[in-house]
């Protein structure tokens, strides 16, 4: 399986990004889908994750101003991004959880300037 992402950019702090992330295949079965995120210099961490049954878990650092959300039709799933600080610059990883495997997209980089 395969996970492209887009829409990353460059953004002024308070700003809005939306990430589309859309697998190469359809997916059989409970899954998990999100973004991770790593900031320079730091490692991994989780932004936010749905279940193929809509469940949802955030960072406590982008709750509230990050929404995620999932088309399972078209094996899509969005991140909307909203209020943007410079902390949240980072390159954000497509995440695909399913039947014990655990899939990464290439990243996609997010700039917020102050």
């Known amino acids: 399986v395969q996970l492209q992402a887009s829409g990353g950019g460059l953004v002024q702090a308070g700003g809005s990004l939306r990430l589309s992330c859309t697998t190469s295949?359809?997916?059989?079965?409970?899954?998990?889908m999100g973004w991770y995120r790593q900031a320079p210099g730091k490692q991994r961490e989780l932004g936010a994750v749905?279940?193929?049954?809509?469940?949802?878990n955030y960072a406590e650092s982008v709750r509230g101003r990050f929404t995620i959300s999932r088309d399972n039709a078209k094996n899509t799933v969005y991140l909307q991004m909203n209020s943007l600080k410079p902390e949240d610059t980072g390159v954000y990883y497509c995440?695909?959880?399913?039947?014990?495997?655990?899939?990464w997209g290439r990243g996609t980089q997010v700039t917020v300037s102050s």
């Open positions: 295949q359809i997916i059989f079965g409970g899954n998990l």
């Open positions: 995440y695909l959880q399913n039947l014990g495997r655990v899939y």
């Open positions: 749905i279940s193929s049954g809509g469940i949802t």
